[in-house]
């Protein structure tokens, strides 16, 4: 099974509305890590966001936010206000395990476009 | 300089060449990560090294040599690289932590090879 699924095909949003991307996860470990990154064309990934699986609260960065759903193993990246500059590739990433046995693992990405 | 930087950013050479791929990061981080990224599939990690020691080798090929001569820099060597190689290639670090899992890791821009 894929440790992370991010389904959604390519995303178009009007700019300054504000979209959500999805992402789900599969663990069977209790504590674990969550993030985002942006990778735009020039092929930089650029960290976003991070959410630990203790961690009570949202994580927000910001106009970026990070709407946890334990129970149902999904953390999607909800972006307020998009801007032109937010048009890239965004991955989420999982790392399981203890020390150097800690494997940080990307799904495949979703496409994001945004519209003057 | 500051971050993670890569050179040469793009590369392209044939299938009989050696070439090397530098990575170097500016951030005090104790850990660094060759990752490829080709067309249509996740993020895959290549080698891991921790305080200039390899610890992770991920079932790459011998064409691909690692070498981290100290913890702020990190080397890739190719040789005899097949057209299917072709891909961006990511450097990474992190400052590693004793919550792994809250260890994020920061990117460079990547080189961008093209093996012919």
């Known amino acids: 099974a894929q440790k992370i699924t991010q389904t959604q095909p390519g995303m178009f949003v009007q700019e300054k509305e504000a979209v959500t991307l999805d992402c789900t996860y599969d663990t069977s470990d209790q504590s674990y890590g969550l993030f985002w990154y942006k990778q735009p064309s020039s092929g930089e990934m650029i960290f976003l966001i991070y959410q630990g699986s203790y961690d009570e609260q949202n994580a927000t960065e910001g106009r970026y936010s990070l709407n946890f759903q334990k129970a149902r193993k999904s953390a999607n990246l909800v972006i307020s206000a998009s801007q032109l500059g937010d048009s890239a590739m965004y991955f989420c990433a999982m790392r399981e395990g203890t020390g150097a046995n800690s494997k940080l693992t990307f799904g495949k990405g979703i496409t994001l476009s945004v519209r003057p | 300089e500051t971050g993670v930087t890569q050179t040469p950013r793009h590369l392209v050479m044939g299938m009989t060449n050696k070439k090397s791929l530098k990575c170097e990061q500016h951030?005090?981080?104790?850990?660094m990560y060759w990752y490829k990224q080709s067309a249509k599939k996740p993020l895959e990690l290549m080698f891991v090294y921790n305080f200039k020691e390899q610890t992770e080798n991920n079932s790459v090929p011998s064409r691909f040599s690692p070498e981290c001569p100290n913890s702020s820099h990190l080397f890739l060597h190719l040789h005899t690289l097949q057209p299917e190689d072709s891909a961006l290639y990511l450097c990474?670090?992190?400052?590693?932590?004793?919550?792994?899992?809250?260890?994020?890791?920061?990117f460079g821009p990547g080189t961008r090879l093209l093996v012919l």
């Open positions: 990474a670090s992190s400052q590693a932590k004793g919550y792994r899992r809250q260890e994020t890791q920061y």
């Open positions: 951030l005090g981080h104790n850990a």
